[in-house]
């Protein structure tokens, strides 16, 4: 292979995160060629595209996975479309970054990964945070046994504010929309699997969530294979910024990572020491996060190797968030073994 | 009342504990005068009332009772006789300062409390961290609305060691003996009363405290009338010292108290930057707070004011601890009404 | 203006610093247009530019002041050419911008300010560190008169390790070549002139440091005209990395800019707490302020404003710089004026 | 020696610092038994005396000394007293705790550490900042090669208000005061001789200090035997506490002490992340190291072991205040052997 080839990608879905992706794509990722982006809003695509020099804007993703020379697809599209475009892109040959979730069916999550599989093309879950310097440090800490045997997990994390209440109403509620990426990175830090989940949340910050149907407030906890215990907590507001923090507490010690903050200053004066405010929110505090999961994507697939985040990494915190939810619903800890059942039973 | 008049006090109890209430007393409360130290093992009551330069010992705590001149007993002795001596003390018109827990036993601490009540001695039970002056700072934070209204709490509550076997199996378990604390916390910080409780455990630090019937881990999940929700971890062990950490998370921002460490310097150099440990355990963390609330139970009784820990806020933690441990039985949420209602069934 | 018009721009010089803003110029700056990049080593320059998609790679600078296109030049070549590349610019009518220093000698800063002047261009000199979001802050503080009176200034500056023997015979010594920064971010955090300097220093780390006739370890005191008295401390090598601290105190407060950290993790163990090291080295540290710094210069030229660090911002840490060195060959402290003075009568 | 052997001691002097010194001998030290309190101010000793239960209170110092119980003395008067009554009371066989600074004049010390010498008793000065935790930490780490050879030391010490002007007019000025302590700390720190000193300050927060003759902040440069180069900033007035923070860094790392707060509450809210204020002042900030520096004086008495200040390291820092302020005055490095030579030749 000649120095200097990239890969030929394409964005579907040019809505916030998939127009993060493409200015991370244009320029921060060199090894990466940004071929297309398509979006059924195509003016909102051309915007984008014109703003990065992106060559080529079309309407519907069928176009996109047409192109012959495309070699991998970004899909950032809505939720319900994820499913559906994955499949197609597999089928199409080209390799697959798809956005979380994946699904909020396990049914039809279960299809795709059988159709991925098939097709054998590289397929890679957006679940950024496993990227994120500090907490990707933690884990290496965890996995080498610095902290001995992990017994308990504490994860925290809040959103400066929630999203508007259209997306509340499709987003598949708190658990699959937003405690999903915690899920995951319980899953990534304790290296052993969930057995049971108890939730137990509110609505404590607007009753408009409510009335759509979901909660804003949550503390989950969460059972592991190997004995440890889990609690997640998440509010959809905290004043004071993002707030992303986890521990890992063993038999020889504790790692945890904290919040960084947008700036090192510090004022002193009568009123006490007061630093700055956390960044504000996921854009910010996880833009290493969001190109290093792309570039380790396009290295899978330069190098043909397995990416970090699968298929099943994919799944599992989905099977975890209808635990959540059916624990939240019925105020009892449900086992994923429960939920995997009623998937098997079609219910 | 002339200046410099002193309480006569009596400690009942001259175990680990009680020996370092003695000392306090002795060196770092002038406004007490402790005249009598009782013990059943009259040979350590002796020597620390030597060490400390106490006049009397005795073996019988009836006859520390019995002194006409004492004003106050502090009780430090076994568990199972808190609430025999804090009754019989209040019927001989004497103030009682109670430690942790008054008993495990929902029908006998109430009994204790009326009989308190209808002799009409002050009464206060040893929760010293709330006089913790982090802790308490926290708390001022919350009752003067600037988090705003509260929605999450979190405390984590870690032992740099379990206590010996022979305590556990006379120690009512975890919940009653560790969690407790937490408990009370919970109620101070928050300022509502805790509805319902679902706790999760293990044994992983020694399969001997399994084998007592007791565990080691817990991860405890409140919540409260006022509709916050709380989270306490619980370990017997941790390696880096005596983990205290509370924080309560609301609408208008979060209060946290961090641990204090051993002293404030840093070791920069080639692996890292290095920081010193926690303190060890609690005598040395609570130092402050353990005197603070001896003489804040000693102002009461000067000013004939009323205790920051009263009755009621030593019965709190003990319902909280028994919905905590059937919860754990029956891996199932309790509500502590049920409790509640158990205990005036008599069961 | 229509949107999307970069600035045609070339880089002269392709080694260390020069490699780093090609890079930034090319993956992070939207607005710039780098066109051309020259170097005497012309191999050394096509690897570069290959790497960075650059179109042309000449060897002679010549060449690229006389391409008409061209707008602007980023003069990153050996610190005694700096004085005559950037006039030479200017006369041709490009926008200038220089690494540090503009030169060793006065006469030819000055001489060169006066035709740059004369030519009517943009010129700014790298003093990066203004560009640094936590050093920023700190001056928006003091500026603000948050912490009142400035009083006392501290800056601490250490390298992680020297640079190589045969930077050190040419680099005009740590107060020209190290200092020289401090004595900018010292100017710009107090807003005062400096009048007076004395120096104190000594060979510590490396003896052949000593031999090339430099030294790697100072601390020098400045006093500003303002009345505030400031104190530098510098070192060739600190093993934790790279350690850039800023503190102003004054008759309100205290602002001040820590280290950032490599990520945040903390590791607890029975040895004490351990966080992460310091970035390496100033172009993982000041990364940002880099980009910052090219981004507002092109601003500048973009909107016709006058550029954050001026000429003379740049030919006053020299004169600085000149005092320091006098200072510590004379053990005495040098006020300014002697310096200047000694300038005008030529010596 | 059979337990419990307290040693009889003496404090001369009821002022602020006398009284400081009552409290903790009386409440916190239980191998001393404080028998006479004495002050020309017989009044406020005896209201300190009632306080503390000190049974006996005289108005001259030689009522004290004459008791042939008596094994000790702290000396806390006035400080042109400190010389005369130290010696005193060496004559008198009475081991000697002397306030720092033993004097102003170099030939008035150097007479009462022959006078002491000769006598045979215990003596020690109280800088207590040798006994604090945290700096004792440095220096153990900088002792035991942790940091390797040490290349800068940096001290700030800052006072939160400074004193009444009838004090500064009898003070010796501010090195001989305030920095005096921080010259002590530097010499305990490095563990090699300071050789030059370089001073410069001003009056920035009081001009009626500078109408008293003194200055209220200056920045000094210190160069040590070993090659080490250090600087102290000093201040009378910070607003946000008592700023107290050293560091030393060498070949091999850096070790440094922060300032402990008042306690470890965090506020997060839309402002930023607010912390505690540092302790007030000396009594607050160092009270443990206070209790310490007395108690290990007595165990010296009573061990018969060397103090950890002695009469050496108590003249030192009066020589090294001596060469500042007339580098302050001449506004040039002055080496210490030019202050001896001074001092012999009778200027």
Redesign the interface.
């Known amino acids: 292979m000649t120095p200097?080839v990239k890969t030929k990608v394409a964005v579907i879905g040019a809505g916030r995160i998939g127009k993060m992706h493409i200015e991370h794509l244009t320029?921060?990722i060199?090894e990466a060629d940004l071929i297309v982006v398509s979006d059924v809003n195509v003016e909102a695509a051309r915007s984008v595209a014109?703003?990065?020099n992106v060559p080529t804007v079309v309407a519907d993703y069928k176009e996109v996975l047409a192109n012959p020379e495309l070699e991998a697809v970004i899909i950032c599209s809505a939720t319900d479309t994820h499913a559906q475009i994955s499949g197609e892109a597999a089928i199409a040959g080209k390799h697959v970054f798809c956005e979380k979730p994946i699904d909020f069916d396990l049914h039809r999550i279960d299809r795709t990964l059988r159709v991925i599989e098939k097709a054998g093309v590289k397929f890679q879950v957006g679940f950024n945070r496993r990227f994120d310097?500090?907490f990707?440090?933690?884990r290496e800490?965890v996995a080498s046994g610095?902290?001995g045997?992990p017994?308990?997990l504490?994860i925290?994390s809040?959103d400066p504010e929630p999203p508007p209440i259209s997306y509340v109403k499709v987003s598949g509620g708190i658990f699959l929309d937003m405690t999903i990426h915690d899920f995951d990175m319980a899953c990534y830090l304790i290296g052993s699997e969930v057995t049971e989940v108890?939730a137990?949340?509110?609505v404590?910050?607007d009753p408009q969530i409510g009335e759509a149907g979901d909660i804003d407030?949550?503390?989950i906890?969460l059972?592991f294979a190997n004995?440890?215990?889990?609690?997640i907590?998440n509010?959809r507001?905290?004043?004071?910024g993002y707030?992303q923090r986890v521990e890992v507490?063993g038999?020889?010690?504790?790692?945890?990572?904290?919040?960084?903050?947008?700036?090192?200053?510090?004022?002193?004066?009568?009123?006490?020491?007061?630093?700055?405010?956390?960044p504000f929110f996921f854009i910010e505090r996880y833009r290493e996060a969001y190109i290093t999961e792309l570039r380790e994507f396009l290295a899978c697939i330069q190098n043909d190797t397995p990416p970090l985040v699968t298929g099943n990494d994919g799944r599992i915190p989905v099977v975890i968030g209808l635990a959540a939810l059916k624990s939240y619903q019925e105020?009892?800890?449900v086992r994923l073994s429960e939920i995997e059942e009623s998937a098997k039973r079609g219910t």
């Not at 004995?227 to 609690?231: D, E, L, Q, R, V």
């Not at 507001?237 to 004071?240: D, L, M, N, Q, R």
């Open positions: 200097n320029l921060h060199p014109t703003q990065f310097p500090s990707r440090r933690v800490i610095k902290i045997e017994h308990i504490r925290t809040r108890y137990a949340g509110g404590m910050v407030t949550a503390v906890t059972r004995g440890a215990i889990g609690t907590d509010s507001k905290a004043v004071y707030d507490f038999s020889e010690g504790m790692a945890t990572a904290a919040n960084p903050r947008v700036d090192t200053h510090t004022l002193s004066n009568g009123d006490g020491v007061h630093t700055s405010l956390l105020n009892r800890p």
